[in-house]
C-alpha cells in the first residue's frame, strides 16, 4: 500500500515535467525552428559549456558575488532594522524615506554604482546589497516594532538588558519577519547578480548567457537559462531548510493555535 | 500661532508625530542630497547636487520623447498587469478547484516560480527583438506568480458548506465559479493583484534597461552611457516616484475595495 502511494506521489511529481518535455523533443524535432533546440541538444551542450572550465571561471564567481551581496543586505539590513524599530522617533524620521528608497527599481541602480565602481566585483556586491536590503530592513522594523509589550516587560522586571536582550529577546521575537524579508531578498539578490552581469562584466553566468545570445549559440544559451533555473530553485529550497530549522517553534505555535 | 501648534502637538501626541517626523526626514534627505556634492564629500561628476537634478528633470518634462517613453512604460506596466491578472486568476481558480490538475501541476510550478524572471531576456530578445513585447513577455512572467498563488489561496479558504450548497442546488460550474466562488475570492485577488503591480513595475523598468525596450529605463542607459549625469538621476527620480505612487495607490485601492473585509476592519483599529 505505501509502494501505491508512493508510486501515486511520483506519478504526480513527474508525469507533467516528462510530458512536456516529450512534448518538447518531438516538437523541436519536427518543427526545426532555431529557437527552440530539442531537450536532447541542450543536454548535450550543457556539460560542455558549464562544467568544463566555465565552472570556476564563471559560475563559481557569480554564485560568490551573490553570496557576498546578499549576506551582507542580510547583516546591515537586520542591524540597522533592530536599531530604527527599537527607537521610536527615529523609525518615524526614517519611515517615508526608507519607503521612498525601497520604491527605487533595484536595477536602475546598476548604472548609478557603475559610475562610483567601475565594473568589477565591487560594483556587483554593492548593487546585490543595495537590491536586497530594503525587504530585509524594512521587515526587521516592522517585527521589532511589533514585539509583545508585555514580554519586553517581563525582560525587564528580570533585568535582562543590553547584548542579551537584543540576541535572546528581540532578534527571535523579530524572526519570522525578518525571514519574510529575507525571503523577498532572495530573488530580487538573484535578479541582480544576473543582471549586473548582463550589463557589464568580463566573466559570470549573465554575462556568458548574453555572449551566447549574441553570438546565436542557441543551445548553450538556453544551458544557461536552465542552469540559472536551477541555481534558483537550490537557493529556494536551501532558503526553506534554514527557515525551517530556525523556526521550527515558530510554525509549532502556529499549528497549535490553529 | 507656536503655542497652538506645540498645544495641539502635545494633545495628540500620536497623530502627529509620524507625519512630523516623516517630513523632518525627507526634508534632511533633500538636505543631504544637496550639500553632500556641494561640499565635495562626493564627486559632483558622478552625483550631482539636488538643485541640478531638479533642473534636469524639468528639461525632461518639456522632451517630447521623455513623454513618449513615459508612455511606453505606462502601457507595457498595465498591459503585463492586466494580462498576468486574468492568467493568473483562470490558472489559478482551476487548478485549486480541480485537485487532480493542482496536483500534476504542482511540481512544474515550484519549478517555474523560483526563476530569475531576467534570465528570460536572452530568449525574448530573440523572439521578440528590442520591443515592447520582449519586456511584456518579463513582466507577465515575474507577475503572474503573485496573482496565481492569492487566487489559489483563496479558492481553498472558501467556506466549503457554501460549495456544498452550490452542488446540491445543481448549480452549473460557471454558475458555482461566479456565484459562489468568485465573490470568495476577490479580497485574494485583489490583494495578488496589489502585489503584482510593484514587482510588474520594476520588470518594466529593468526589461527596459537590459533589453532596451522603449520606456524610461532605456533613456537612464541613454543618459548614462553618454555621460548626462544629471539628466540620469533625474530619470531614476521618475522611477522611484513611478514606484512610490504605485505602491500607495495599490494599497488605497485595496483598502477602498475592501472597506467590509475582516483584515482591513481590524486594521484600521
Not at chain 2, 496536483?103 to 510550478?109: A, D, E, G, Q, Y
Amino acid at each position: 500500500m505505501t509502494l501505491a502511494s508512493l508510486g501515486k506521489k511520483l506519478f504526480y511529481v513527474f508525469a507533467v515535467p516528462i510530458v512536456i518535455v516529450i512534448f518538447w523533443i518531438v516538437w523541436a524535432d519536427s518543427a526545426k525552428s532555431p529557437f527552440w533546440p530539442s531537450p536532447v541538444v541542450i543536454a548535450k551542450v550543457f556539460p560542455a559549456t558549464w562544467l568544463d572550465g566555465r565552472i570556476q571561471e564563471d559560475v563559481v564567481p557569480s554564485l560568490i558575488r551573490f553570496l557576498t551581496g546578499y549576506l551582507g543586505a542580510l547583516i546591515l539590513g537586520v542591524m540597522l532594522g533592530m536599531i530604527i524599530g527599537s527607537i521610536r522617533r527615529l523609525r518615524y524620521f526614517l519611515e517615508p524615506t526608507l519607503e521612498f528608497f525601497r520604491a527605487i527599481p533595484p536595477p536602475v541602480l546598476v548604472p548609478i554604482v557603475m559610475l562610483f565602481a567601475g565594473i568589477g566585483d565591487g560594483m556587483k556586491v554593492i548593487v546585490i546589497i543595495f537590491g536586497c536590503i530594503w525587504p530585509i530592513l524594512l521587515n526587521t522594523i516592522e517585527g521589532v516594532r511589533g514585539i509583545d509589550g508585555v514580554q519586553l516587560d517581563t525582560a525587564r522586571s528580570y533585568r535582562i538588558n543590553g547584548w542579551r536582550r537584543t540576541v535572546k529577546i528581540i532578534l527571535p521575537s523579530a524572526s519570522p519577519q525578518i525571514f519574510i524579508g529575507a525571503r523577498q531578498a532572495l530573488s530580487i539578490g538573484l535578479i541582480m547578480m544576473v543582471i549586473s552581469e548582463m550589463f557589464a562584466a568580463t566573466n559570470g553566468i549573465g554575462f556568458n548567457i548574453v555572449q551566447f545570445q549574441r553570438l546565436f549559440a542557441l543551445p548553450e544559451m538556453w544551458s544557461g537559462i536552465i542552469l540559472l533555473g536551477v541555481i534558483g530553485v537550490c537557493a529556494n529550497a536551501l532558503f526553506r531548510l534554514i527557515e525551517g530549522r530556525v523556526l521550527t517553534w515558530y510554525f509549532n505555535m502556529q499549528v497549535k493555535e490553529k | 500661532m507656536t503655542t497652538a501648534q506645540q498645544t495641539r502637538v502635545r494633545a495628540r501626541p500620536k497623530r502627529n508625530e509620524p507625519l512630523l517626523f516623516g517630513a523632518a526626514g525627507i526634508l534632511t534627505l533633500l538636505i543631504l542630497l544637496q550639500t553632500i556634492p556641494t561640499i565635495g564629500i562626493v564627486n559632483p561628476k558622478f552625483f550631482p547636487p539636488l538643485s541640478e537634478i531638479l533642473q534636469a528633470l524639468m528639461v525632461q518634462f518639456s522632451r517630447p520623447e521623455f513623454w513618449s517613453a513615459f508612455g511606453s512604460t505606462i502601457l507595457g506596466w498595465l498591459l503585463g498587469l492586466a494580462i498576468a491578472t486574468a492568467l493568473g486568476v483562470i490558472l489559478g481558480i482551476l487548478l485549486a478547484s480541480v485537485p487532480v490538475l493542482g496536483k500534476l501541476m504542482h511540481s512544474t510550478i515550484e519549478f517555474l516560480r523560483p526563476i530569475p524572471s531576467v534570465a528570460l531576456v536572452p530568449l525574448a530578445v530573440l523572439l521578440f527583438g528590442t520591443t515592447m513585447n520582449a519586456t511584456l513577455l518579463l513582466v507577465i512572467y515575474a507577475s503572474l506568480w503573485q496573482v496565481l498563488f492569492q487566487v489559489m489561496y483563496g479558492v481553498k479558504d472558501v467556506d466549503p458548506v457554501a460549495i456544498d450548497t452550490a452542488k446540491s442546488y445543481r448549480l452549473s460550474t460557471w454558475t458555482t465559479i461566479r456565484r459562489v466562488i468568485w465573490p470568495s475570492i476577490t479580497p485574494y485577488v485583489i490583494i495578488g493583484v496589489r502585489l503584482a503591480a510593484a514587482v510588474a513595475l520594476v520588470l518594466e523598468i529593468t526589461g527596459e534597461l537590459v533589453i532596451g525596450s522603449p520606456g524610461i529605463g532605456k533613456l537612464i542607459v541613454t543618459a548614462q552611457s553618454s555621460g548626462a549625469t544629471a539628466s540620469m538621476y533625474s530619470l531614476v527620480l521618475i522611477a522611484a516616484l513611478l514606484g512610490v505612487v504605485v505602491n500607495i495607490g495599490a494599497r488605497t485601492a485595496e483598502q477602498k475595495l475592501l472597506f467590509w473585509h475582516a483584515s482591513i476592519r481590524t486594521e484600521a483599529h
